[in-house]
Nanobody, 130 residues
Framework: HVQLVESGGGSVQAGGSLRLSCVAT??????????MAWFRQAPGKAREGVAL????????YYLDSVKGRFTISLDAAANTLYLQMDSLRPEDTAMYYC??????????????????????WGQGTQVTVS
């Protein structure tokens, strides 16, 4: 049973930076996720895809509003996913979740930013920008 555990959230001022981490724990022997992603959910809003990384070629995808400010990366050997967030804005305030899926959503006509495509989820880490 694989668990995803996020950390690194906190409170920062606008323009500041945070680095989120997501570690996969549990039965990781033979574990392999083709895609890992970060989602976020602000109070009263739907959960939205922020960034995805495809382990096959390390290609990345981003929500338009975070392009150029956020960077997703993966250390497969350490079973750890990262999200470097720079130039943070108040509108980035949300609970951030790590998610994983065995095969790329687009292989079945799905979208990387559709939360329904993901099977494994972390518990979330809060990011507050003031």
């Amino acid at each position: 049973h694989v668990q995803l555990v996020e950390s690194g959230g906190g409170s920062v001022q606008a323009g500041g930076s945070l680095r989120l981490s997501c570690v996969a724990t549990g039965n990781t022997i033979g574990w392999q996720f083709d895609c890992m992603a970060w989602f976020r959910q602000a109070p009263g809003k739907a959960r939205e895809g922020v960034a995805l990384i495809y382990s096959g070629d390390h290609s990345t995808y981003y929500l338009d509003s975070v392009k150029g400010r956020f960077t997703i990366s993966l250390d497969a050997a350490a079973n750890t996913l990262y999200l470097q967030m720079d130039s943070l804005r108040p509108e980035d305030t949300a609970m951030y979740y790590c998610a994983a899926v065995s095969k790329p959503p687009w292989w079945n006509g799905g979208s990387w930013y559709d939360e329904r495509e993901y099977i494994h989820w972390g518990q979330g880490t809060q990011v507050t920008v003031s």
